[in-house]
């Protein structure tokens, strides 16, 4: 806000009270408009939240017994923004950039009225009222924080998607004090940062850095008469029930963001994000490569010899058929399209069939006969030929 603006502005006509209102007048006025337009009350309402802005300013300034002298000062000297020449100057009233009287241009004289005041300009009449780092006295929205939760799904669950409830505890305003931290609900701007939350410390070399207000620990506002349920925070601890739409094919160990899910914000600031960590329970069959899922298909030995059809089961759906070749090898894979996870775009992956030659224990005399001929038919034959040749190559 320029000084033009600044001098310009009749905070007694904001506030609804007169020029020679007393300062408990000031007060009362100031507390009765907070109450009324502050955005926690008013969510959504920019008109609202511009408002308390103002009478957040207004009181900044008429609430301060030397802010409010400074500026009846320099309301008389300048009037509404115009200035009225002496009679050598130009007559009559005449606008003019007050920043040139404020800036200190030296010997910064104007039609023949305002000469007088070169050097340091006029800013130093009215000491610190200008001197506020360019923010004013506006009390900025401010983000809610962020919450993190977990949630473990079934294994079905995380492959096709579930909608879960999440019970959470976060920080929200306060409902005693409607989130100003004041039991009167009219907290004032803190003077430190003068309602911006942060302070800038200089760093060297000409940068400076910013942290939080340490006096109203980056809210903006300080509590005259601090709420007994929030100490004067403003925020209160506030527990709810959440249903969460989990999408379809997260895996284990996955952090999800949901945007504006977490915590309200303050002043018509943003809600933060919520963060979800999903742990996944295994599944006594299937497995997951991705957005593959895996099984393992145990198949008899005649099967994988002199090949045939297998039956394999699927994640929630009615089982496959998958073909054997004869001479099926023990672990070979073979992939049913379409079968496993969902992905992003909506198709899904495949199932992944792991061949297990299964070894019977027990066998029935026919079936000992009819091995022990195989047995007598390939005995010529040695499977580990290739491998005693491969180690003598080695």
């Known amino acids: 806000m320029s000084t033009k603006d600044f001098v310009e502005k009749d905070y007694y006509k904001v506030l609804g009270v007169p020029k020679d209102a007393t300062d408990a007048e000031v007060k009362k006025a100031y507390r009765k408009l907070a109450r009324e337009f502050h955005p926690d009350a008013n969510k959504g309402d920019a008109r609202a939240e511009e408002r308390f802005k103002e009478i957040s300013e207004a009181n900044d300034i008429l609430g301060d017994s030397k802010k409010r002298k400074e500026y009846d000062e320099a309301r008389a000297l300048f009037g509404n923004g115009g200035f009225r020449a002496g009679p050598g100057g130009a007559g009559g009233n005449f606008n003019f950039d007050l920043g040139d009287l404020f800036g200190g241009a030296p010997g910064g004289g104007q039609a023949g009225g305002a000469g007088g005041f070169g050097g340091g300009g006029l800013g130093d009449v009215f000491g610190g009222l200008f001197n506020r780092g360019g923010a004013g006295t506006r009390v900025q929205p401010r983000r809610g924080q962020d919450i993190e939760t977990e949630v473990t799904l079934s294994f079905t669950e995380a492959v096709d998607g579930a909608t879960v409830p999440l019970r959470m505890s976060s920080q929200a305003p306060c409902k005693a004090c409607s989130g100003t931290g004041d039991r009167n609900g009219t907290p004032r701007v ?21 942290d939080p207000c340490v006096d109203c620990k980056g809210r903006g506002l300080i509590a005259e008469d601090p709420c007994e349920v929030c100490k004067g925070s403003g925020r209160a601890k506030s527990a709810r029930t959440m249903q969460v739409r989990i999408p379809a094919g997260v895996l284990d160990g996955q952090r999800i963001r949901l945007r504006g899910k977490g915590s309200p914000g303050e002043r018509g600031g943003p809600a933060g994000d919520l963060y979800v960590a999903v742990h996944v329970d295994a599944h006594p069959v299937f497995g997951r490569k991705g957005d593959n899922l895996t099984v393992t298909v145990p198949v008899a030995f005649t099967e994988a010899a002199l090949g045939g059809e297998v039956r394999v089961p699927t994640l929630g759906g009615p089982p496959v058929t998958l073909k054997l070749p004869p001479g099926t090898p023990n672990g070979r894979t073979m992939r049913a399209r379409g079968k496993g996870a969902v992905r992003k775009d909506g198709t899904r992956g495949d199932l992944l069939v792991t061949v297990e030659v299964a070894v019977p224990k027990d066998l029935t005399p026919e079936a000992r006969d009819a091995l022990e001929a195989y047995r007598k038919a390939t005995a010529e034959e040695d499977p580990r030929a290739e491998l005693f040749q491969a180690a003598k190559g080695a």
């Open 190 to 210: 803190c003077p430190t940062c003068v309602g911006t939350g942060q302070v800038s410390r200089g760093s060297g070399g000409g940068f400076s850095l910013t």
